[in-house]
């Protein structure tokens, strides 16, 4: 009797501790399982920290880049612009102005200048013996450039010259080239900021701004109003059919009117807010910022 018991409070034993055994099993598996959860989490922070660093990194390497970019362009026109005021040539004989004889023999591509008082416009203009859009993403001195140039479009002729001289140039976002033309949509702007001085090679000319319109690139075989293909009237007629289209685009009436006869530049950007988005101001030459 006292084996069975004996027996028995050994099998209880080796129950109890089999039960505890099992506890300890579960407890240290799902301790196991907390940890690895842990871990599991820790490697996936760590992993998105190296991530988000990585990524910083490589965001801050294309912002200092961007920047350095945008500040070797604006050094560039800074240095263009100098030249300018400050390097005049009477040694020339084929009626360029004098302060632009330098610059023309750095590059026989310039065909002007522009600028617009009270603005950062104050640009060289050239126009491409190569094909259209070369000063698309090419500067003054025919480097890469994603700021490209203000230039003239190839079909113009600004000896002459055409009715219509077209001017393009980057609605760039930090506000170089053509890129506050947008501040135009508001009159108040437009009101104070009217005149533009564009000049030739062989001339100074003064512009009163008549028209700022919006309008989209289309098809050729489109039937709409390409304001960008305007370059001369033929008579009277063909002129009033073309400022009745643009009036048609415009964003406010300027209270300029435009004449048959007058000589026109059209300075033509991008509007980013749709597609294909052109934002363009057409401005007619004046004798004196008074009329």
Known sequence: MDRFNKDKSKQDIIDRLKEENEGLKRKIEKQDAGTKRINKKRRCWRICGIILMVTGLIFLGILIYEEGKEYKSAREIK???????????????????????????????????????????????????????????????????????????????????????????????????????QYYLDKEYYNTHNIISFDTLYGHYVYKIAVVGLSKISEESEDTFKYYDFLNAKNKKEFKTYVENIKKLEAYDTGTSLSYGDKLITLSTCNSVEEDGRLFIVAKEVKNEGQ
């Open 79 to 181: 240095k263009l612009q100098e030249q300018k005021e400050n390097f005049y040539s009477d040694e020339d004989t084929s009626g360029i102005l004098p302060e632009y004889r330098k610059l023309y023999e750095t590059n026989s591509d310039l065909a002007g200048w522009i600028v617009i008082d009270g603005t950062d416009i104050n640009y060289p203009v050239v126009q491409s013996k190569v094909y259209q859009e070369f000063y698309l993403d090419h500067n003054f001195d025919g480097e890469e450039d994603d700021a490209g140039s203000i230039f003239i479009d190839a079909r113009n002729d600004i000896l002459l010259p055409d009715d219509n001289i077209i001017i393009y140039g980057h609605n760039m976002k930090n506000g170089s080239m053509f890129g506050t033309l």
